[in-house]
């Protein structure tokens, strides 16, 4: 069998009849959203059917089931995302193997649309869940969604004061002592993680990463981004794109 030669071919149809998979840059921010836990987040973006989503490859000639193999596709990077973000391995594999099993038996594209809601949704509040377990009182749970919530902005001590209702330098202190480092530092470890994954997954350059999680400036997302991982932002998303 000639690959690269049905591979040529099948771009040619997909020029000819218009018809490109979706981009890369929405699919990453779901995916990010179910990682971390943003229910909020997660419900807008699935107000969409997801079988009625435009991108899709063609993955079966029968249109029921290839919104079942694309739902098979979501199910296991989800669940990849997850193990990333924390979750038990057998926890995040043996989710997966429940909510295909459940759709090998779904019978409509919009009983596949409910059943992917329900699964996204089932994961999100478990990695919510596991974040707030690390932590204790109630207005450091906030603080902690809050910031989760919030990764596109400058987040201030006076914000999350504001947030919770507590004085910002008691909520301060409070912070530090529930979870070890300060509120700057706890920003700027979840704006790297992100940043991390946008650089190993997206085609995002490191200005626009940098501006996504509103560092002030590009040379600043530079100097924080190699004291915490080691690396310039360019050097680490070089790095994973030659693997």
């Known amino acids: 069998m000639n690959s690269e030669k049905e591979l ?3 771009e040619f149809i997909m020029r000819e009849n218009e018809t490109f998979h979706a981009p890369y840059g929405p699919e990453f921010e779901f995916y990010n959203a179910v990682k971390n836990g943003e229910t909020e987040k997660l419900s807008q973006l699935c107000k969409n059917e997801f079988s009625k989503k435009s991108g899709f490859g063609k993955l079966s000639e029968n249109p029921l089931q290839n919104i079942k193999y694309h739902f098979v596709v979501t199910a296991a990077l989800i669940s990849r995302y997850c193990i990333e973000g924390g979750m038990e391995h057998e926890t ?8 295909i099993q459940k759709a090998d038996v779904c019978t409509s594209a919009a009983q596949i649309s409910q059943l992917h809601a ?4 089932d994961y999100a509040q478990r990695m919510k869940k596991l974040r707030k377990n690390q932590i204790f009182s109630k207005q450091i749970t906030r603080c902690i969604d809050y910031i989760y919530n919030n990764l596109h902005k400058r987040i201030f001590i006076s914000d999350l004061a504001q947030h919770t209702g507590l004085n ?5 202190r409070l912070f530090k002592k529930e979870t070890g ?5 706890y920003v700027q470890n979840r704006k790297i993680d992100t940043a991390k994954n946008m650089l190993k997954y997206s085609s995002y350059l490191p200005s626009q990463i940098a501006s996504i999680l509103a560092f002030p400036n590009q040379s600043y997302f530079v100097e924080v981004f190699k004291k915490k991982v080691g690396m310039t932002p360019k050097k680490y ?5 030659r693997e």
């Open 8 to 10: 040529s071919y099948k």
């Open 92 to 99: 995040a594999y043996s989710l997966s193997d429940l909510y």
């Open 118 to 121: 329900e699964m996204s949704a």
């Open 168 to 172: 910002p330098s008691y909520l301060s």
């Open 181 to 185: 480092i300060t509120v700057t530092e």
């Open 237 to 241: 998303q070089d790095m994973y794109f």
